[in-house]
């Protein structure tokens, strides 16, 4: 029966190019990998500001690693709290402007977990395009409601909101889309919010690193003032460079969650060389906010190029996420294949990942990126894409 089940659903996958696989890449730094035998250019990866090679930040691992090991061998409510752990916190917290913070293993992890802590019996409204981790969140939370709001909409966020049940409501949102690179209408969401005496929750993933001032997210570049009402959600794997996530908020909040959260009570604490590597990373972004000024110049050229080229890149001007939408599932996998030929690694998107029909190939810029390689993707996205919506390159 089972047999049977997994053949069909994976014949039925393959047939509308929705079928995933894995395919093996070996990382050189942010902007090449070996794939295939190959050197190509990377064009897919979330580390924009490099520092996962920083030199301070694998220093911090080596050292970490050789003094303590590889494994924190415990959940942190067991015997795995490390000390960097409350010194990470309160640079994660100082970072985005929060009393408190709590690391746990991942994004998907802090966003799954705050939702189960918090909305048992409340009221949940979510952005349609929110990721995968906080609509499982919603699922898994057992909500009074969980109510959709048109995508970066003030006004349907406000009447999802009105038409929650009951006083205790949440409203969720990313900051910068993962798979779309534009920036949520955070101070109007605030307002929305706060009218409605909801707690409003920013994940800020893809905007730690890369958006707002100095890095500091889209809640810092909105001017959006902070409060026992915000809760924000960051991650260490991303423009951090490392692994891992944390929670942002006030210190009576974190105390809850440190008795209600299970994804952080019962799962095996980060390692301290991750640790250490977060603390370093967050610390050096702090100390040289200029660093992200070399993303957004590689996002902006690329973007011009790509625009020189004749196509649409939605997403704000500075953002390292540029989405290229080909429409079908098929389509999408050919311009990805043709890409990848011409030396440049930028993978297809599809559904659900992306709503039916808007299949894409998303490119992410590193500062890392010289105007080599600036040039490379363009040229190679903009024939490839040509050629798999039927142009003549």
């Keep these: 029966m089972w047999d049977e089940w997994i053949t069909r659903t994976i014949d039925d996958l393959r047939q509308s190019a929705a079928l995933r696989s894995l395919r093996a890449v070996e990382p050189l730094d942010a902007r090449a990998a070996v794939v295939d035998g190959r050197e190509v250019v990377l064009a897919c990866g979330n580390g924009y500001l490099d520092l996962g090679r920083d030199p301070e930040v694998v220093a911090a691992a080596r050292e970490a690693l050789e003094r303590w090991g590889a494994s924190s061998a415990s959940s942190r409510f067991v015997a795995?709290?490390?000390?960097?752990?409350?010194?990470?916190?309160?640079?994660?917290?100082?970072?985005?402007?929060?009393?408190?913070?709590?690391?746990?293993?991942?994004?998907?992890?802090?966003?799954?977990?705050?939702?189960?802590?918090?909305?048992?019996g409340a009221a949940i409204a979510s952005d349609e395009r929110n990721h995968a981790s906080i609509v499982d969140g919603c699922l898994a939370a057992r909500a009074a409601a969980v109510g959709l709001w048109r995508h970066a909409d003030p006004d349907d966020a406000r009447r999802a909101l009105a038409g929650l049940p009951g006083d205790r409501a949440l409203l969720i949102t990313e900051s910068l889309f993962s798979v779309d690179g534009d920036l949520a209408p955070l101070a109007a969401l605030a307002a929305a919010a706060r009218e409605r005496g909801a707690l409003f929750v920013v994940d800020e993933a893809h905007a730690l690193g890369t958006t707002g001032p100095g890095g500091r997210g889209g809640l810092a570049q909105a001017g959006v003032r902070r409060g026992p009402d915000v809760v924000v959600v960051g991650t260490l794997g991303k423009a951090l460079g490392s692994y891992g996530a944390f929670v942002a908020c006030s210190r009576r909040m974190r105390d809850l969650l440190a008795s209600r959260m299970r994804t952080a009570i019962y799962s095996t604490a980060l390692p301290p060389p991750v640790l250490a590597a977060s603390l370093a990373a967050v610390r050096k972004l702090r100390r040289e906010p200029g660093i992200v000024d070399r993303l957004h110049d590689n996002a902006r050229a690329?973007?011009?190029?790509?625009?020189?080229?004749?196509?649409?890149?939605?997403?704000?001007?500075?953002?390292?996420?540029?989405?290229?939408?080909?429409?079908?599932?098929?389509?999408?996998?050919?311009?990805?294949?043709?890409?990848?030929?011409?030396?440049?690694?930028?993978?297809?998107?599809?559904?659900?990942?992306?709503?039916?029909?808007?299949?894409?190939?998303?490119?992410?810029?590193s500062a890392a990126h010289t105007p080599q390689d600036i040039d490379l993707i363009a040229r190679a996205v903009s024939e490839a894409v040509e050629a798999a919506k039927g142009g003549r390159r």
């Design 80 to 120: 795995g709290d490390h000390p960097m752990h409350e010194a990470l916190e309160a640079e994660c917290a100082a970072l985005v402007g929060a009393e408190a913070a709590l690391v746990v293993g991942s994004g998907y992890l802090a966003n799954t977990g705050l939702l189960r802590a918090l909305g048992r």
């Design 302 to 365: 690329l973007r011009s190029r790509l625009a020189e080229a004749g196509l649409r890149v939605p997403g704000e001007p500075w953002s390292p996420i540029l989405p290229v939408v080909v429409g079908s599932n098929s389509a999408a996998l050919a311009a990805a294949a043709a890409i990848l030929e011409r030396g440049v690694l930028a993978p297809a998107l599809r559904p659900p990942t992306v709503p039916e029909g808007t299949a894409r190939i998303r490119i992410s810029v």
